[in-house]
RNA sequence: UGGGCAGUAGUUCAAUGGCAGAACACCGGUUUUUGGUACCGGGGGUUGUAGGUUCGAAUCCUACCUGCCCAGCCA
């Protein structure tokens, strides 16, 4: 990935910073080969690939090929082919999870012989029943403490296909009471008495993705493993499995939200029910948005991954529109597709003043004047032409530009074209126009409007697919019927065209500009004893459609289940609770609230007893309570929700020394954060923080002003806009100061000296 | 509902306690032998809500609201 900030590339290079894998970077791509690569997949491809090539490391291409029902050589071959088209090379560093099963299996014994894994025999059923709820506790397997040497037997008979598909599992022993429901003893190993595509029937066992993940990636080294959202509660598990096997430094995951696109499904399911039941051709469907069928759309990889950079990487849920990806193709293309002209509806046109059977080959450029690029090719200009049935408006509507009934209209390359005649049918159907073409410059009215062309009798009938989005709702998944019944009927409409001679010889996979009309590709199904076809990739813009016809409705709203009802145990209500079993608490709100503290406040540190005997300790030492309090509640809370109080170095004295240093103006607020940062890392108390650091404010007015004097100086059309009411500079002012100070100045002065300057 | 995660412009993302920005989308204009491209400009924001800490909060703390994930022998 290019230089675009995000949580993924700051964490690589911190721990490139750190030392943390000894400047390794190594990243991977887990692909199961049970399907095909689509769009969402390539986001992942550019963030393990880009950003492993970004930070200098490697990326591995693996095959997580853990469960052989499904998986296929078939798939290994296409996504490998999908990988390389995005423009990734693996070189040596291709692997299959199943080359590790000697490994895992090794890793289960030595778990079940140190006792944090067991053969457990309890169904399926009895394991769903037996794992509880998301609000209530698991109850532990019969099987939990069977004798180390039976587990280890029951496992090599598994191995060895003596026991029935279901009959047992092994699972790790860890916690059936764990919150989060992937730590209550989860499946290591299941019996599957299956053919795997590479390990043929030599297993009768295969791992499962928890298991078999994180290990895999420890075994290759990697460094930073990035996967999608859904996998987050899997993350404790993953460093569980990682940490009882190997020492640090171990691999980490890091989750990044899943790319979804407007009028696009991408579950696995959905797109083969949509290939499935014929609603596309196949797998390379130009409409599909598998890598396949955009690569058949003619879509050019380095736009797909334009797409992905551009899109960017965070953690929030987020709908994409496929305008972005439009506009990344269009704006690829535009300088690579070399212009052709082709009519998709053709109304032909008689140009009266070339005789019958007369032409002559024009020489066009290939670059429209903006782009410097050199090229041309002959384009046939005969007596019969067709042009756009759309180009011709009997009835013109305001800001028409092109073709009217006695109108001129500039002919792309040949001349100008006015129209003398309109032949009619018997139902007044137009059947064609007849008129005389003009040489540039020609006396006459001036032409607003160019329109694209093609010889009627030297062109070459072609069969043009017009590709558009399959659903009609930007959220097909948010139909109450499903996506199906959102399909749109006009996704692909098949057009007889004229093209060009010259680009009905192009070869297949030959990209093009038709010009006015779009980028097309020359599809693979082109032959030379039929006509060939093209693809359109994706339209022009057009912001005379736009105009032209009213804005679309909005889609209708999706129906949403009524909420849930949420019935939460009050704060109080949990207090109460909490005193009947320790009624000592009570004692110590009392005393709290009688201290001045909020009732929110005196709960917080009421009921915790660390965080009680600090505040007791600090206000023992004659420490203001309200200080107290706000350091406790505000700033320690920040620390304690990563790290537990008592591994922290702050004493009651400690924070009484603090607060007196802040009231007594011996430091500022803020750099009385900094050295409160510094005492719970146990760098020593306060004051001998703020001496070794020279931490205490600079309040002489003179270098106060002076730097005051020397942003304001630097800085005059911020100081006009300020005196125009901008009040909101004043942060900037100040920071500017503070930071000229390195933090030390005293803000109260700042702003005073400040308001002087600004003053006016 | 127990746990986890996330809310910044219409959309996707930046801003790492100090001026709320970019790209796409939208709307104008200039250029143009593509109603394309390029260039210039514009509208758009109570940073989910309410409190608190701070000279100063999108950013730190709290509560609430909304959405997503977890009860496969799938990955």
């Known amino acids: 990935m290019s230089e675009s900030s995000n949580f993924l590339a700051e964490q690589i290079q911190a721990d490139l910073e750190q030392g943390t894998y000894g400047g390794r970077v190594v990243t991977r791509f887990p692909p199961e080969p049970n399907g095909f690569l689509h769009i969402g997949h390539a986001k992942a491809i550019v963030v393990d690939f880009g950003l492993a090539q970004r930070f200098g490391g490697r990326c591995h291409l693996r095959f997580d090929d853990t469960n052989p029902v499904g998986e296929d050589t078939l798939y290994v071959e296409s996504i490998q082919r999908d990988v390389r088209w995005l423009g990734y090379e693996w070189g040596e560093h291709l692997y299959?999870?199943?080359?590790?099963?000697?490994?895992?299996?090794?890793?289960?014994?030595?778990?079940?012989?140190?006792?944090?894994?067991?053969?457990?025999s309890l169904s399926l059923d009895q394991i769903r029943e037996t794992r509880g709820t998301v609000t209530e506790p698991g109850t532990p397997s019969p099987d939990r403490d069977r004798p180390v040497q039976d587990s280890l037997r029951l496992l090599r008979e598994m191995r060895e296909g003596k026991h029935a598909e279901?009959?047992?599992?092994?699972?790790?022993?860890?916690?059936?009471?764990?919150?989060?429901?992937?730590?209550?003893?989860?499946?290591?190993?299941?019996?599957?008495?299956?053919?795997?595509?590479?390990?043929?029937?030599?297993?009768?066992?295969?791992?499962?993705?928890?298991?078999?993940?994180?290990?895999?990636?420890?075994?290759?080294?990697?460094?930073?493993?990035?996967c999608t959202l859904e996998f987050e509660n899997n993350r404790a598990l993953y460093d569980w499995f990682v940490e009882a096997i190997f020492e640090p430094p171990v691999p980490h995951q890091y989750e990044m939200a899943r790319l979804n696109l407007s009028y696009v499904v991408l579950s696995k399911r959905k797109l083969i029910t949509l290939v499935r039941e014929g609603h596309v051709w196949g797998w390379d469907d130009p409409r599909m948005p598998t890598l396949a069928g955009l690569r058949r759309r003619g879509v050019p990889p380095e736009a797909v991954v334009a797409f992905v950079e551009q899109v960017g990487v965070s953690r929030a849920d987020s709908l994409v529109d496929v305008a972005l990806l439009d506009h990344t193709v269009r704006d690829y293309?535009?300088?690579?597709?070399?212009?052709?002209?082709?009519?998709?509806?053709?109304?032909?046109?008689?140009?009266?003043?070339?005789?019958?059977?007369?032409?002559r080959r024009i020489e066009l450029d290939e670059w429209p004047h903006d782009i410097p690029r050199q090229g041309s090719r002959a384009v046939p200009l005969t007596r019969h032409l067709v042009i756009e049935r759309e180009d011709f408006a009997v009835d013109p509507p305001k800001?028409?530009?092109?073709?009217?009934?006695?109108?001129?209209?500039?002919?792309?390359?040949a001349g100008l074209f006015t129209c003398e005649e309109v032949l009619t049918d018997q139902a007044g159907q137009i059947t064609g126009l007849r008129g005389r073409l003009d040489p540039e410059g020609a006396p006459g009215p001036k032409v607003a409007g160019t329109i694209h062309w093609s010889s009627a009798t030297a062109g070459v009938e072609a069969r043009v697919l017009l590709?558009?989005?399959l659903f009609t709702l930007e959220r097909p998944d948010d139909h109450p019927d499903g996506a199906l019944a959102v399909l749109n009927p006009d996704s692909l409409v098949e057009r007889r065209a004229v093209i060009e001679p010259a680009l009905a010889q192009a070869p297949a996979g030959t990209r093009v500009q038709l010009e006015r009309l779009g980028y097309f590709i020359v599809d693979e199904a082109a032959?030379?004893?039929?006509?060939?076809?093209?693809?359109?990739?994706?339209?022009l813009k057009d912001s005379w459609a736009a105009k032209a016809s009213p804005a679309e409705p909005a889609p209708p709203p999706a129906k949403k289940d009524p909420g849930r009802k949420r019935v939460r145990k009050s704060a109080s209500e949990a207090l109460q609770e909490l005193i009947e079993v320790r009624p000592e608490i009570a004692d110590r709100l009392d005393r709290l609230e009688a201290d001045g503290l909020s009732e929110e406040d005196a709960a917080v540190i009421g009921t915790d007893d660390g965080l009680f005997e600090l505040y007791a300790q600090a206000v023992a030492q004659g420490a203001d309570q309200v200080a107290v309090v706000n350091w406790i509640v505000n700033d320690l809370?920040?620390?304690?929700?990563?790290?537990?109080?008592?591994?922290?170095?702050?004493?009651?004295?400690?924070?009484?020394?603090?607060i007196a240093l802040v009231t007594q103006g011996e430091i500022t607020t803020a750099v009385a954060r900094k050295v409160f940062a510094r005492v719970i890392e146990g760098e020593g108390s306060p004051i001998q923080i703020v001496d070794r650091q020279g931490l205490r404010p600079i309040r002489d007015p003179a270098r106060i002003e002076a730097w005051a004097a020397e942003v304001v100086q630097a800085n005059p059309d911020k100081v006009q806009a300020y005196r125009q009411g901008r009040t909101n500079l004043r942060g900037f002012f100040v920071g500017q100061v503070m930071r000229a100070s390195r933090g030390k100045a005293d803000p109260a002065m700042v702003n005073r000296v400040l308001d002087r300057l600004l003053a006016g």
Not at 399 to 413: A, I, S
């Open 166 to 226: 279901g009959a047992y599992t092994v699972r790790a022993k860890i916690d059936m009471a764990h919150p989060n429901m992937k730590m209550r003893d989860p499946l290591m190993y299941r019996i599957r008495h299956a053919h795997h595509h590479r390990t043929g029937d030599s297993w009768h066992i295969y791992p499962m993705y928890d298991f078999a993940h994180g290990l895999s990636d420890a075994i290759e080294g990697i460094t930073h493993s990035f």
């Open 96 to 120: 299959y999870a199943s080359d590790y099963f000697p490994k895992l299996f090794a890793f289960a014994e030595r778990l079940i012989r140190e006792g944090r894994a067991y053969v457990c």
């Open 399 to 413: 800001g028409f530009k092109r073709l009217t009934p006695g109108g001129r209209v500039r002919l792309r390359g």
């Open 637 to 658: 809370r920040a620390v304690t929700k990563e790290r537990p109080l008592e591994t922290l170095s702050l004493t009651g004295a400690a924070l009484a020394e603090l």
């Open 467 to 469: 590709v558009d989005r």
């Open 527 to 539: 032959q030379s004893d039929q006509p060939p076809t093209l693809i359109r990739i994706v339209p």
């Open 333 to 359: 293309l535009n300088t690579r597709a070399p212009r052709r002209m082709g009519v998709l509806d053709p109304l032909p046109v008689t140009l009266t003043n070339i005789p019958e059977g007369e032409g």
